[in-house]
Structure formats: C-alpha cells, structure tokens
C-alpha cells in the first residue's frame, strides 16, 4: 500500500521574525547565569527607569544618589538631590561648605549620619584624592559612609566596572528567584545572596544590568504586591514556580522595639522660638533641635517653668501640654510630649555656644529632625499637635 506523503512548501520568514527566533534559539542555549542577566539588561532597556536626574551625569552626581538612595525611596529622593547639587555643585562645593549647611540641605531626609559622612568623604577627597573622586574600588570603599554595595553600584555606573551590588531590592529578588529560606540580613543567608549576586554578574553591559536589577526589585518584584505577571524572571523564578511569593524573602524576625519618652519645649518669645544643637555623634547629631527633657525627670507639669529658670534664667507661662505623638527610629520608639511655654522676661540677651533664637519660620529652614518640623509648622499654622 502506497501513502502519499505532502510536502510542505518552505517560505523564508521576515527578517524581524528570523531575527527573534535566532534570538530565542540563542538565548535557549545559554547558561543559566548568563541567561538571567540578558534577560535583565533587556528588560531595562524597554522598561527600565531612564529618566533619572543622575543618570547618566559624572562620578560625583552618582555617588551623591547612591548615599541618597540607601533605604530611601527614589520618589522621595529627587528633591532633595535637586536642591542639593544646585548649592553644591562639586565635590571642592561641597568639601568648602560648613556640616551645618549640608545638614540644612538633608533635613528631613532622615538617617543625618549619611549626610555627615558626605560632608567628611568630600573634604577626604580634597586633601587625600586631589579633588577627584577614587576609581579603584577599594578606594572607594574605604570613604566614609559607603559599604560595598554602594562601593560597586558607583565602580559600575561611573566606571563600568563588574561588581555586583546587593541592596535591599535585590535581596529580596534573589532570594525569591532561588527561593533561598532564612531572613537576608542574617550574615549566613546574605553571603549567600553575595555568591549568587557575584555568579549572576554579566560580562559587559554590568551598568545597564545593575540599573536592571534595581529598578526590577523597586517595580516589579516589590515586597507586597508583587507583578509576577509581567516580570522577565517569572519563567525561572522558584519562588513563583513553587507559589511562595508571599512567603519569601523570610521576614525579619519579629521583636518589640524599646520605648522612650521625652519632653520637647516649645519656649516662645513673640515669633522667636528657642533651638538647641544636638551633639555631633548619635541621634540627630548635629541638627537643632527642641530643648528636651527626659520624662522621668519632669514628675510633674509645672516642673517644667522651674528647670527654664534653673536651666535658660527665664520666667515662662503656666506650660501648655500639646498631644503627645510617636516617632519611630531603627531600634527603637520615642514618645514625644510637647510643652509649649511663652517667655515673660527678654532672653534674647543670653547668648550661649548651642542655643539659637529664630523666628518660627526661620527655623524651618534649619537643620532640624523630622519631629521638630512637624511641631514648628503646626505650630506656625496655629494648630495643635496630634
């Protein structure tokens, strides 16, 4: 018995459609590592964030957003990073001007440390660099204020050096792409993330790769709600595969955070209010702030005239106490009770090194912390705390 066997005629494709399937079959026959990476760098590319004040400007604008950027959103950032490279537009800007007026210029950003070392890293180097920012890593990661993520981030940005990054975003991307169990800031689980951030790293393109990994980790795997759907990784991915998306990374492990009380004075004369210096080292080191008062030591309201004319030689109204409201820090909760006195006597007599008398409005100008601000501008509007 004899079966007729059809030929199917054979038709050469459209050079766009040969050119995805070469790129398809190609990609098929990569390794895994490399694999990932292109599908990374492709993704930035088409999807990727491009339109960023820093990209694309010189080492010392880059630096800058790195420090800027390290656990703050880049939303919040760029304000910030605008205002500030338009006062200082140079690292010799920068390294000339005082920590008070570098502080004026992050108040409110949070985490004033980043801000000091900055300020220090600029005059570092100025007299130890020439005025040009390092490009061995290790130089780098020798300023202060930079660790060996943000180290790499500017050796590949700037430089276009390999080296891999490891921030918050991409933590949490590698650990639900190789589904790895164990909270990422434990030393075990995050030089594992390393080796993995390490073997994953491209052989060129590491600049468009690393902004791939960033904006996939700020985008699209984000901590809750994450775009699984549309995320290039989705095919490989094992915390998908196996539906523990939810699940990983593994939470940081749960523990109450100590708790603090303090007292803020709010002492008024007229629209002047007074400020206090913190010290340079520990929280808002270096900022002005409201004269506090440990709470323990304030046992009863009307104490609090008593120690403004023990501590400032200064008669005040009965205090008027304001709500109390919580700020929360890294490691621990600070409970915060306002006391708002006006001043009887004239004390813009006594001038002391650390205290400063400025017009409420003026004060919102300076280097102050985030809780301060709140209260000034309520303040300002005429409105209570709370």
Same mark, same amino acid.
């Given at each position: 018995?004899?079966?007729?066997?059809?030929?199917?005629?054979?038709?050469?494709?459209?050079?766009?459609?040969?050119?995805?399937?070469?790129?398809?079959?190609?990609?098929?026959?990569?390794?895994?590592?490399?694999?990932?990476?292109?599908?990374?760098?492709?993704?930035?590319?088409?999807?990727?964030?491009?339109?960023?004040?820093?990209?694309?400007?010189?080492?010392?604008?880059?630096?800058?957003?790195?420090?800027?950027?390290?656990?703050?959103?880049?939303?919040?950032?760029?304000?910030?990073?605008?205002?500030?490279?338009?006062?200082?537009?140079?690292?010799?800007?920068?390294?000339?001007?005082?920590? !008070?007026?570098?502080?004026?210029?992050?108040?409110?950003?949070?985490?004033?440390?980043?801000?000091?070392?900055?300020?220090?890293?600029?005059?570092?180097?100025?007299?130890?660099?020439?005025?040009?920012?390092?490009?061995?890593?290790?130089?780098?990661?020798?300023?202060?204020?930079?660790?060996?993520?943000?180290?790499?981030?500017?050796?590949?940005?700037?430089?276009?050096?390999?080296?891999?990054?490891?921030?918050?975003?991409?933590?949490?991307? &590698?650990?639900?792409?190789?589904?790895?169990?164990?909270?990422?800031?434990?030393?075990?689980?995050?030089?594992?993330?390393?080796?993995?951030? !390490?073997?994953?790293?491209?052989?060129?393109?590491?600049?468009?790769?690393?902004?791939?990994?960033?904006?996939?980790?700020?985008?699209?795997?984000?901590?809750?709600?994450?775009?699984?759907?549309?995320?290039?990784?989705?095919?490989?991915?094992?915390?998908?595969?196996?539906?523990?998306?939810?699940?990983?990374?593994?939470?940081?492990?749960?523990?109450?955070?100590?708790?603090?009380?303090?007292?803020?004075?709010?002492? &008024?004369?007229?629209?002047?209010?007074?400020?206090?210096?913190?010290?340079?080292?520990?929280?808002?080191?270096? &900022?002005?702030?409201?004269?506090?008062?440990?709470?323990?030591? &304030?046992?009863?309201?009307?104490?609090?005239?008593?120690?403004?004319?023990?501590?400032?030689?200064?008669?005040?109204?009965?205090?008027?106490?304001?709500?109390?409201?919580?700020?929360?820090?890294?490691?621990?909760?600070?409970?915060?009770?306002?006391?708002?006195?006006?001043?009887?006597?004239?004390?813009?007599?006594?001038? !002391?090194?650390?205290?400063?008398?400025?017009?409420?409005?003026?004060?919102?100008?300076?280097?102050?912390?985030?809780?301060?601000?709140?209260?000034?501008?309520?303040?300002?509007?005429?409105?209570?705390?709370?």
């Amino acid at each position: 018995m004899l079966i007729a066997c059809t030929t199917v005629p054979s038709y050469p494709l459209p050079s766009a459609m040969e050119e995805r399937v070469d790129t398809l079959i190609k990609n098929q026959s990569k390794p895994q590592p490399e694999l990932f990476a292109h599908r990374i760098i492709d993704w930035q590319q088409r999807h990727g964030r491009h339109g960023l004040p820093w990209q694309g400007e010189d080492v010392y604008h880059i630096w800058l957003s790195e420090i800027m950027l390290q656990q703050t959103q880049v939303i919040t950032v760029i304000p910030y990073y605008l205002r500030f490279v338009a006062s200082f537009p140079t690292i010799a800007a920068l390294a000339a001007d005082s920590e !008070e007026a570098v502080l004026e210029h992050w108040s409110g950003l949070g985490y004033y440390s980043r801000a000091r070392n900055l300020h220090r890293t600029a005059q570092l180097i100025m007299q130890q660099h020439e005025g040009k920012f390092p490009k061995h890593f290790e130089d780098i990661l020798a300023l202060p204020g930079i660790g060996r993520s943000t180290a790499a981030a500017i050796s590949a940005f700037a430089f276009h050096e390999r080296r891999a990054i490891l921030d918050g975003n991409v933590k949490r991307l &590698l650990a639900r792409y190789h589904a790895v169990e164990g909270y990422t800031g434990e030393k075990k689980i995050e030089a594992q993330l390393w080796q993995q951030a !390490e073997a994953l790293l491209p052989q060129s393109d590491v600049a468009i790769y690393t902004q791939g990994l960033m904006d996939l980790g700020a985008l699209i795997c984000t901590r809750s709600k994450p775009q699984c759907p549309i995320c290039p990784l989705q095919k490989d991915c094992k915390a998908y595969q196996t539906e523990r998306v939810a699940q990983l990374p593994t939470p940081r492990p749960r523990k109450v955070l100590p708790e603090k009380h303090s007292t803020f004075l709010l002492l &008024l004369n007229g629209p002047d209010i007074l400020l206090e210096k913190r010290p340079g080292s520990g929280i808002w080191g270096g &900022l002005w702030c409201l004269p506090q008062i440990d709470s323990q030591i &304030l046992i009863e309201i009307e104490d609090a005239g008593a120690y403004c004319l023990q501590q400032f030689c200064m008669e005040t109204t009965y205090p008027l106490t304001l709500s109390t409201f919580t700020h929360t820090f890294t490691h621990f909760k600070l409970h915060i009770t306002p006391l708002l006195l006006q001043v009887i006597n004239n004390p813009k007599q006594i001038q !002391e090194p650390g205290r400063i008398w400025l017009d409420v409005t003026d004060a919102l100008q300076a280097a102050i912390p985030t809780p301060v601000r709140k209260l000034l501008r309520q303040i300002q509007a005429g409105h209570r705390v709370g």
